[in-house]
Every structure is written in C-alpha cells, then in structure tokens.
C-alpha cells in the first residue's frame, strides 16, 4: 500500500461520524420553526451510512473503495494523487455487496438500507417525502445498520453521535418507536422519564429497554 493511503479507514470514520451527528440531530429535533430538518434527515443518514461502509471497505484496503482501479495501465503505484484525479468510488446501492464481497460483513438490515436509499433520492431530486414517516425510516436505518456495525467494528455506539448535551432525547425518540440500539455502559437518563416513553411500548420492547438501561420493570 502507497503511504499516502495509510489511514484512509480512519479518517473515513471520522467524517461518518459527523454525518451521524446531524443525522442523529435532524431525525429527532425539529421544532416550530426547524420543520424542515426532518426532510434532511434522510440525507444525512444515508451519507453517514455511505461513510461507514466505506470505512469498513477501507479497513481490508483503501483501494477496494474504487470500481476503476483496473484502468491504471502502468506498474506505478497508486497513490492518493492519482485516485483523487481519477478514482471513481462505488455507487451507494452497490456498497453492501462490495463491503460483503472483501469483508465477509454483512449490511444488517438490508431492507431499510434501499428504503433509505430511495427516500433520499425522493426528497433529493423531487423534494418529496410525502406517505412517509421520514423519521422513522431514518431511525430505523441508522440503528438497524449503522449503529450495529460501528458497536460491532469500532466499538463506538450511535447513540452518542447529535448536536445536544444529553444523549437522552435520542434516547427518548428510540423508545417512543420501539427501536432497539446500543446502549453505552455509562448511559444515566437525567432529562427524561424513560417509563413515559415506554408505557405504550409492547411487553417485550419494554422487558428490553429495562434490561438494556436499568430500570426496574413497570408492574
């Protein structure tokens, strides 16, 4: 590997990350006056979802990234000049395969990866999120595959990643929709009263959330 594409991985993560946090931001806040985060949220999401692939991808090899890499016709090697001219990364919808084809990893939910691709270019290209609950479908994807993969990979949950001081509204916003997701060691709620979130929530759902964040089960 050419130095100058040491720490590729990394520094991909990096930027995955602050997607994540304005994702994370724009799926769960968006009160009177900032409506229209919540139609951006598929957006972010999505790109924070491209980034962690491709951190992952990197992580065998940086040059995996890249569906021209056969073009180069001379022996020399190739360095990040050459890829920055010329590279050309793989398609959003064709990552899955390649992060499974060089890693053996698997995308979690598959499902909601295509969702989420398809709204982002419904509201990319039409401005249009109507017959969806935009948040949801962002939730869901970033917690049913990112989420997952950056616990699993890089030890680091989604949760942490917003733009507030508490992690407990992203909490709050989870439990209201029954997602599951990572819940870090230190979590301690001091915003919010989880049980609130949690007295619609099913019994199985709610057995969870109390295992999963300490609480003591609602008799």
């Not at 900032?34 to 951006?40: A, D, I, K, T």
């Not at 997602?179 to 009263?193: A, G, K, N, S």
Request: hydrophobic share 40%.
């Amino acid at each position: 590997m050419h130095e100058s594409l040491k720490g590729i991985s990394t520094r991909i993560l990096g930027l995955a990350t602050d997607a994540l946090k304005r994702a994370n931001t724009d799926a769960v806040y968006f009160d009177p006056g900032m409506e229209h985060r919540q139609s951006l949220a598929p957006l972010a999401a999505a790109h924070a979802g491209e980034l962690v692939l491709k951190a992952l991808i990197a992580k065998e090899h940086p040059l995996l990234l890249f569906k021209n890499i056969g073009e180069k016709a001379t022996d020399d090697e190739i360095d990040l000049d050459w890829l920055l001219k010329n590279g050309r990364t793989h398609d959003f919808s064709r990552l899955p395969s390649v992060l499974w084809a060089t890693s053996g990893i698997k995308v979690p939910n598959i499902e909601s990866y295509r969702r989420i691709a398809a709204l982002r270019n419904q509201i990319q290209h039409f401005v249009d999120d109507r017959d969806c609950d935009v948040q949801y479908a962002c939730l869901n994807f970033i917690y049913s595959n990112i989420d997952p993969l950056l616990s699993n990979h890089f030890g680091i949950a989604a949760c942490k990643f917003h733009e507030d001081e508490f992690d407990d509204y992203v909490i709050g916003c989870l439990l209201a929709h029954q997602i599951r997701f990572t819940v870090p060691r230190d979590t301690v709620l001091t915003e919010i009263d989880p049980n609130e979130y949690l007295k619609n929530c099913s019994p199985d759902y709610r057995e969870w959330a109390c295992a999963e964040l300490k609480l003591d089960l609602p008799s």
